[in-house]
C-alpha cells in the first residue's frame, strides 16, 4: 500500500460527458532535477510503493496519475474508467507533465498496459517540444489479446456501439487478480474496491476508444525519444487459477507487444522477461530484480547517457 510519504495533488479538469472530472498527481520527491511520471493500467491505481522507492534510492523524483475515473480520482457519479477517446486522458497528462517541469529538467514516463498505450499516442503529440526524455512501456496494451475473427468483429461492432454507454455482455476472469492479492495466491496488498479481482466491466464506447488508438498506434508514430518496452517472455490464457498464473502474462500477448513495439518510432528496445507477469514490477522478486536491472541499464545508456542514476 502507498504510505504516508506521499504528497496528493488533486487536479480539477474540464467537465466531460457524465460531468465534473478530477485526476490526482502523487508524488515523493527528494528534491532532484529528474523526475519519473508513472501512468497506470486499466482496473488500476497507483499503488506500487516499491517502484516508487526504486526511483527515489536513485536520486529521482517519482510522481504517479490516477487518471479520471480511476483510483483516487473516481467520482460518485462516474462509470468506472469510461471514456470516448484516449485523447480524453492528454489534459491530465498535459497538467502532470507542466506541474514536474516547472521544477525538473529531465522527464522520464513510465506507464503499464493501456497507460502504455496511451503515453505514446501522447508523447507523438508532443514530439519536438522536449519535455519527455524517454518512455518506458510495461506490458503495453498495443492490441487485442483474443482470436483474429473476434478482433475483426470488435471492430466492426465498435463503431455502430462507440457511443453506448452500455456494458459488453463479456466474461470476467479473475485468475489476473488472484495471482497478485495476498488474500488470494499473490503476494501484494492494494484497495479491492478500486482494483477489483475481477476487473471493470467493458463498455463499447471505451472498447471503441481502445480500437481507434491501437489502429493510430499499427499505422506508425513518430515518438522522437529513446523508448524501453517491456514483455513478459510468455503469455497464458487460462479461465481459472493456475500456479503458471504467476509467471506468465495472463492478460495480453507478449508476442503482440514484441510485434507492434517497432511502430513507435526510431529508437525502440525491446526486452523480454522470463517468468514475468502483466505488470512485470509486480513478479516475483527474483524476476521484479530483473526488470529493475533492465530498467536501470536502459536509463543510464540512453536518458542519462552515461551519467548513471545514482547520481544527481
Known amino acids: 500500500m502507498v504510505s504516508n510519504m506521499y504528497e496528493i495533488t488533486v487536479l480539477p479538469l ?7 472530472v ?3 498527481l502523487i508524488s515523493r520527491k527528494v528534491g532532484s532535477r529528474r523526475a519519473v511520471l508513472y501512468v497506470h493500467g486499466f482496473t488500476d491505481y497507483f499503488f506500487q510503493d516499491h517502484l516508487a522507492a526504486h526511483y527515489v534510492d536513485r536520486g529521482i523524483d517519482f510522481y504517479a ?7 483516487r480520482s473516481l467520482l460518485p457519479h462516474q462509470t468506472r474508467g469510461l471514456i470516448r477517446s484516449v485523447t480524453d486522458y ?4 498535459d497538467e502532470a507533465v507542466r506541474i514536474i517541469r516547472q521544477d525538473h529538467d529531465e522527464l522520464t514516463i513510465n506507464a503499464h498496459s493501456t497507460g502504455g498505450l496511451i503515453t505514446p499516442l501522447w508523447a507523438d503529440r508532443v514530439r519536438g517540444r522536449g519535455l ?6 510495461n506490458s503495453p496494451f498495443f492490441d487485442l489479446n483474443v482470436s483474429t475473427p473476434l478482433r475483426v468483429a470488435a471492430d466492426l461492432l465498435c463503431t455502430p456501439l462507440s457511443y453506448t454507454r452500455r456494458p459488453l455482455p463479456l466474461g470476467s476472469s479473475r485468475v ?12 501484494w496488498d492494494y484497495d479491492l474496491e478500486l482494483k477489483p479481482l475481477g476487473g471493470f466491466s467493458v463498455h463499447a464506447m471505451w472498447l471503441a476508444a481502445i480500437r481507434r488508438a491501437q489502429r493510430r498506434l499499427h499505422a506508425g508514430l513518430s515518438v522522437d525519444v529513446p523508448v524501453l518496452v517491456l514483455a513478459a517472455a510468455s503469455g497464458l490464457r487460462v479461465r481459472d487459477f ?3 498464473a504467476r509467471s506468465a502474462d495472463v492478460v495480453l500477448d507478449p508476442r503482440q507487444i514484441a ?8 529508437h525502440v528496445t525491446c526486452v523480454r522477461i522470463a517468468d514475468g507477469v502483466h505488470d512485470l514490477v509486480l513478479s516475483a522478486e527474483p524476476v521484479r530484480k530483473q526488470v529493475f536491472a533492465e530498467l536501470d541499464r536502459w536509463m543510464n545508456t540512453y536518458v542519462y547517457q552515461g551519467n548513471e542514476t545514482g547520481s544527481q
Open 90 to 93: 492528454f489534459p491530465e497528462i
Open 65 to 71: 496519475l490516477d487518471l479520471r475515473k480511476y483510483g
Open 259 to 266: 510485434r507492434w513495439s517497432t511502430s513507435l518510432g526510431p
Open 242 to 244: 493456475v500456479p503458471e
Open 14 to 20: 474540464p467537465d466531460d460527458f457524465e460531468g465534473e
Open 176 to 187: 489476473y487478480g488472484q495471482s497478485l492479492h495476498r488474500t488470494e495466491q499473490g503476494e
Open 132 to 137: 519527455v526524455q524517454g518512455l518506458v512501456l
Open 22 to 24: 478530477v485526476a490526482t
